[in-house]
């Protein structure tokens, strides 16, 4: 009798017995979406209906293997436009967590953060200032960060203080399908391995497309990154980022940049109309004490791009007498100069601009720009070593 009791108790925590939690807009919604997500169990789906959801404070889920799933991420808001607190909208610390078909609106952090959240997928989300670029936007949309497994697909997210969809000290990532429009950092590799970032349409954001790798974070040497498919274009917005954050020295106009990262393929993107750039690749530009970190991008390949229209009103010291000397537009791939030899190598598809800065740190005032051409080897990024676990993508086909 004893072990049947035993048995029957864990076959009810199992996700055989899982349960679907209802939550209606309406009153004291609040309140009753927060005890969902507390009640919630591995396996059970947390239904939030169609409706706009006014929220005064943030959400946390802690529970693995849940679902949030919403009606549509235009038919299902979470209002955060009366926020008391400064934290994020959704805070998910779960690992093999679902969201889907729901959208954050106006949270005074971010929209949504999940950390050290394992196998985590964020399907059809949006995240939205809805007030238009302002520094006091909340820093990041989707935010998942200290991740092994991460699946972003068909989201849509707006007005971004720093980044739209950030993945940081992360690796296994894929996002893909999905639209970053008006934010400072489109997307945003930072400090993380094995990304793949393809079939995206990136506009209308100070800089489109970042692959970063910073020093004094827990996890560094950011690399084998993998830039593919996407649309990149007209990002023209004027940097908003609050003074002193990395991506407040992006450059408005910027398509694609990496940063001091290693092993950065970026192929067949159609990169079009960005102000100063269509790729850059640049060192890390300020002074660092961690003796970990290597400040310089390596191994970076840049080919078979479509360009067109980069370059025609760059934000770069001696814009205009570098725009006359290259026919009124800078050539579309633009490098510091920094780094070993095979640093950076590009193909035919786009011409290139070095800065020849002398050293790690030096200002724009010491620069002797020159172009330079087509590499004799390009690196590639293995697609196999690449990308989100097939699991998650089966999680939200079937």
């Not at 393809?198 to 996890?219: C, Q």
């Not at 724009?364 to 172009?371: R, T, V």
């Amino acid at each position: 009798m004893r072990m049947l009791i035993i048995a029957a108790l864990g076959l009810a925590a199992s996700p055989a017995f899982a349960r679907t939690i209802e939550v209606a807009a309406g009153p004291d919604a609040q309140t009753r979406l927060q005890e969902a997500l507390i009640a919630a169990q591995p396996g059970d789906v947390v239904a939030i209906g169609a409706g706009r959801f006014a929220l005064s404070d943030g959400l946390s889920l802690d529970a693995n293997g849940v679902t949030v799933r919403g009606a549509g991420m235009d038919a299902t808001v979470l209002d955060f436009s009366a926020q008391q607190g400064a934290g994020e909208g959704l805070l998910v610390t779960g690992d093999d967590t679902t969201l889907r078909d729901f959208a954050v609106e106006n949270p005074k952090g971010d929209a949504i953060k999940s950390k050290g959240a394992d196998r985590i997928v964020y399907y059809r989300v949006r995240a939205a200032w809805t007030g238009g670029p302002k520094e006091t936007n909340g820093a990041y949309g989707l935010y998942p960060v200290e991740s092994t497994g991460v699946l972003i697909d068909g989201c849509q997210v707006q007005g971004a203080s720093d980044a739209g969809i950030y993945v940081g000290q992360s690796k296994d990532i894929t996002i893909r399908y999905s639209l970053a429009e008006s934010n400072v950092a489109g997307i945003e590799i930072e400090n993380s391995r094995n990304a793949l970032v393809a079939s995206n349409l990136v506009t209308r954001n100070t800089g489109g497309i970042l692959v970063f790798d910073l020093p004094n974070l827990p996890v560094m040497g950011g690399g084998n990154t993998l830039v593919t498919d996407n649309v990149v274009v007209d990002n023209n917005t004027p940097n908003f980022a609050p003074k002193g954050n990395i991506v407040a020295s992006v450059r408005r106009g910027t398509g694609i940049m990496v940063m001091a990262n290693d092993g950065v393929h970026v192929i067949v993107n159609t990169i079009r109309d960005n102000p100063t750039a269509g790729v850059m690749v640049v060192a890390y530009p300020r002074p660092f004490r961690d003796k970990r970190y290597n400040p310089f991008p390596r191994n970076v390949a840049v080919e078979k791009n479509n360009f067109h229209g980069n370059g025609r009103d760059p934000q770069i010291a001696g814009a205009e007498q570098l725009k006359a000397a290259f026919g009124g537009a800078l050539p579309p791939v633009i490098w510091d100069g920094l780094g070993q030899e095979g640093a950076l190598a590009i193909d035919a598809s786009g011409a290139g601009l070095s800065l020849n800065l002398p050293a790690q740190g030096a200002g724009p005032e010491l620069a002797k720009p020159a172009p330079f051409g087509a590499s004799a080897a390009i690196r590639a990024v293995d697609p196999a070593s690449v990308g989100a676990p097939a699991a998650l993508d089966a999680r939200i086909r079937g």
